[in-house]
Each structure stands twice: as C-alpha cells, then as structure tokens.
C-alpha cells in the first residue's frame, strides 16, 4: 500500500501544523473543486445516453413507419416492380438513417468510456487523500480495464463466447442495419435473378455490412483510446513539470 500513499502519488495533502504549508489538494476548497467535476461529469455522461436513447428511438420508428409504409405500396401494387423499386428507395433512406444511427452510438459509447475514466481517476484521487476509502466504493479508482470493468459493473463480457457485443444498443442498430442491407441487396438482385439466387446476395450483404460495422466500431475505439492516453499521459506530463517548477 505503500505505492498508494499520497506522497508517493506526487498529490499534495492537507498541512498537519500550522507552520506546515498545504498542497493544492489539500484545501477545502480542492474537495469542492473535485466534488464538481465529478458531478460534471456524471451530468455530462447522462447527456450523453439520452442522445443515445434518443437517436435509437428515432431510428426504429423510421423502420417502423417505413414497414407500414411497404405494407400499403404493396398491396396496392400487388408487390410488382413498381414495389421493388418503392422499397429500395424507402429502406436506403432508412439504412442512411441507421448507419448515422450506429455511428453516433459508437461514439457515445466512447466517449462514456472518456467519463468513466475521469471519474475512476476522481476516485483514485479521494482514495489517496483518505487511504481506506476505497473499500467502500463498488466502483473503480484505476484507469485500467480492471478499473472500468469494475466501474461498468461488467462481467464476462470481453471473451470470445460473449455475446454482450449484440446486445449492446450500437451492436442491435448495427444488426438491424446489416440485415436492412441485405434485404437491399436482395431485392435488387431479384430484378435480375431467381428468388434464390437473390436470397444469397441477399445474405451475402448483410455479412459483408455487419462485418464493416465491427471493423469501424473496433478501429474508432482503438483511435479513441489512443488519443485519450496520450491525452491522459500529457497531462501527467505537464503535472509532474509543475511540481517540479514549484516552491520546495
């Protein structure tokens, strides 16, 4: 625990005598300062999951609109080419819809990645000013995956039998997405094909869709990560230069 202290962190405590000079974290003031921020950021990160509340609902009612909407063009065209090419129109505009959707998803949930890690470095910070309270916290004081799992409350959700990527609300978009793909595909495939036939470009679509959300969603959390340590390292820096350009 000796690592842990508040002196061997570089994070100032209070003075334990009048003749002894307080550190920045030290004051009243500082607890206030700190309790604010974490507030902030709890504001910030609840903001940010209405948006994605939000933008789901508005995707799944312009599926939903848009099914009805198929529903009655093709009864009244008797599902004839005229319907094929209502509904291709009618569903690319809705795919646009959820592929925004799915973006925007991904980025959210990085960024409520970027808030819990500066409320779990909060918390390291309230543990090293009162050494013992963080056996009270069911939440993470580190920023490392063992700090966010805690955080998240997560379990057995990074594993290769998991399933949690689907039931996410970007991995249901990205699904609903992919399979809107498909069906794209398919019907425009059966202008010029067999029903069969068109039922594997069909699949072959949406495979090829849901794959290219997988990758993105990988390759925007890496750069996000990327650029939120070298943020976090930065930092680091410019603290550790300012204790060493302080009063000693």
């Not at 599926?63 to 009655?72: I, K």
């Given at each position: 625990?000796?690592?842990?202290?508040?002196?061997?962190?570089?994070?100032?405590?209070?003075?334990?005598?009048?003749?002894?000079?307080?550190?920045?974290?030290?004051?009243?003031?500082?607890?206030?300062?700190?309790?604010?921020?974490?507030?902030?950021?709890?504001?910030?990160?609840?903001?940010?999951?209405?948006?994605?509340?939000?933008r789901s609902s508005?995707?799944?009612?312009?599926?939903?609109?848009?099914?009805?909407?198929?529903?009655?063009?093709?009864?009244?065209?008797?599902?004839?080419?005229?319907?094929?090419?209502?509904?291709?129109?009618?569903?690319?505009?809705?795919?646009?819809?959820?592929?925004?959707?799915?973006?925007?998803?991904?980025?959210?949930?990085?960024?409520?990645?970027?808030?819990?890690?500066?409320?779990?470095?909060?918390?390291?910070?309230?543990?090293?000013?009162?050494?013992?309270?963080?056996?009270?916290?069911?939440?993470?004081?580190?920023?490392?995956?063992?700090?966010?799992?805690?955080?998240?409350?997560?379990?057995?959700?990074?594993?290769?039998?998991?399933?949690?990527?689907?039931?996410?609300?970007?991995?249901?978009?990205?699904?609903?997405?992919?399979?809107?793909?498909?069906?794209?595909?398919?019907?425009?495939?059966?202008?010029?094909?067999?029903?069969?036939?068109?039922?594997?470009?069909?699949?072959?679509?949406?495979?090829?869709?849901?794959?290219?959300?997988?990758?993105?969603?990988?390759?925007?959390?890496?750069?996000?990560?990327?650029?939120?340590?070298?943020?976090?390292?930065?930092?680091?820096?410019?603290?550790?230069?300012?204790?060493a350009d302080g009063?000693?």
């Amino acid at each position: 625990m000796t690592s842990e202290m508040p002196g061997a962190s570089g994070i100032d405590v209070p003075a334990d005598s009048p003749g002894q000079k307080a550190g920045p974290l030290g004051s009243a003031r500082a607890a206030q300062f700190l309790a604010t921020e974490h507030w902030s950021l709890l504001a910030t990160r609840s903001m940010s999951w209405n948006e994605s509340f939000a933008r789901s609902s508005m995707f799944l009612t312009s599926l939903s609109t848009a099914t009805v909407a198929l529903a009655l063009v093709g009864s009244a065209t008797d599902f004839g080419e005229a319907f094929v090419v209502f509904a291709v129109i009618v569903l690319a505009i809705t795919l646009f819809v959820g592929v925004a959707t799915f973006v925007r998803l991904v980025q959210v949930n990085n960024e409520d990645l970027y808030w819990v890690a500066g409320m779990n470095r909060l918390r390291g910070i309230y543990a090293r000013l009162e050494p013992g309270i963080d056996d009270e916290f069911v939440t993470g004081t580190t920023l490392d995956p063992t700090g966010f799992g805690q955080t998240y409350g997560a379990v057995d959700v990074t594993g290769f039998t998991s399933l949690h990527m689907f039931v996410t609300t970007p991995g249901m978009i990205g699904t609903i997405c992919a399979v809107l793909a498909g069906v794209i595909g398919g019907l425009a495939s059966l202008q010029f094909a067999p029903m069969a036939p068109a039922i594997g470009v069909g699949l072959l679509v949406a495979a090829i869709a849901a794959a290219m959300f997988v990758t993105y969603a990988r390759r925007d959390a890496e750069g996000y990560l990327g650029r939120m340590i070298r943020f976090q390292d930065a930092r680091a820096e410019r603290a550790g230069t300012r204790r060493a350009d302080g009063p000693r």
